[in-house]
């Protein structure tokens, strides 16, 4: 049997998560944000609707009252999510803190400790041990991240080395910011992103996919599902 997965985070990476989770939330959290925010900044908050505006997101909404005496102003889901993000930075907490905000946004649990150098921060029980892929493809075919991303210096080093100039082919080459990228999946015959990525196969008479360069796929694809919640929020059924 394999152990519990555990990883320990100081405090400053634990919050980085926790603000990176909020900023790329959907609205369906919309309860689970305004506790957190009460949590952080004290007074009270109501969900509600903006009843107007056509874009949904636009329509989630929260009212929020500092105390009793003072006005309730109304955020919309976007404004809302940036002054939870910012609240969470400004905030000093200490790590049982960090740690019961941390399993409530991440779905996971998590505790105050230190780790072996004697640091304090938060351990968190990660559950990966319990992911098992089962080639359901859903990564590789509906989110669209598995086409339109970019890939890792390492991983044009190791193509190189490896002599995989297949694969280099359907790499673009973009300066952005002074910055190079390396724009995956891009067509070697029409210079165009594509719509599939070209090294996904369907298994002969199963509903099963699989990676033609597993071994050697992009860092980006070795990663997913970064943790139990992007699997769970994003449709992968190795949970
Ligand atoms: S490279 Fe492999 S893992 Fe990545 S999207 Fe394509 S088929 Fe999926
Ligand atoms: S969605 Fe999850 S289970 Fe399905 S292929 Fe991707 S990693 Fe595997």
New binding site residues.
Partial sequence: MTGRHKKFLNPEEAVTEIVKDLSSSEPDQVKLFADVYVFLTGGKTWPGRHKESSDFTEQISIWYQTDRNQKKVFYNWHRFRELLAGAFLKAKLGTTDIAKIYSRVMWVNSYSGTNERGEDGIWVETEMEKFKCVQC?N??LNLND??CTTADREDLIRWEKEGRWDILDWVSFLLEDDRTLADL?ISPRTGEEVTR????RKLPKKDK??????NT??A??KK?PKSKKHALTTGCKGF
Avoid: E, V
Wanted: with cysteine; aromatic share 20%; charged share 15%.
């Fill in positions: 493809g990564c590789c598995a086409i999946w990525c070209p090294w996904l996919y699989k990676c033609r360069i597993h796929k992009p980006h694809c997913y």
